[in-house]
């Protein structure tokens, strides 16, 4: 199971940090995935750490803005949200991809476990 966390509201250029946490699946040996839905649109990658060497991928809209990362001590993956949008808002997803090829890491049909979700909301 994926656990979310994080989401809040928060004023444009502000900060918040997200977190899945998971039970029953190590996070270091996945590949973990943040994505996006924003009312009356469709789900979209934000970022991915891939489960071997940790290579962490970006969509171009939060390129620079936003750090996923690993702690493994924690077992938990976090999406740093710096510099934030008012269309940033959106319901964040965490998923799990136990295999993936690398090519589809941007893909939401390549991840098999998909958390709850946490709303976060930019003012302007």
């Known amino acids: 199971q994926l656990q979310a966390s994080g989401g809040g509201l928060v004023q444009a250029g502000g900060s918040l940090r997200l977190s899945c946490a998971a039970s029953?699946?190590?996070?270091?040996?996945?590949?973990v995935g943040w994505f996006r839905q924003a009312p009356g649109k469709e789900r979209e990658f934000v970022a991915a750490?891939?489960?071997?060497?940790?290579?962490?991928y970006y969509a171009d809209s939060v390129k620079g803005r936003f750090t996923i990362s690993r702690d493994n001590a924690k077992n938990t993956v976090n999406l740093q949200m710096d510099s934030l949008k008012p269309e940033d808002t959106a319901v964040y997803y965490c998923a799990v991809a136990p295999r993936i090829i690398i090519m589809t890491v941007r893909l939401l049909g390549a991840y098999d476990y998909w958390g709850q979700g946490t709303q976060v909301t930019v003012s302007s």
């Open positions: 750490i891939v489960r071997s060497g940790g290579s962490t």
């Open positions: 029953g699946l190590t996070f270091n040996s996945n590949t």
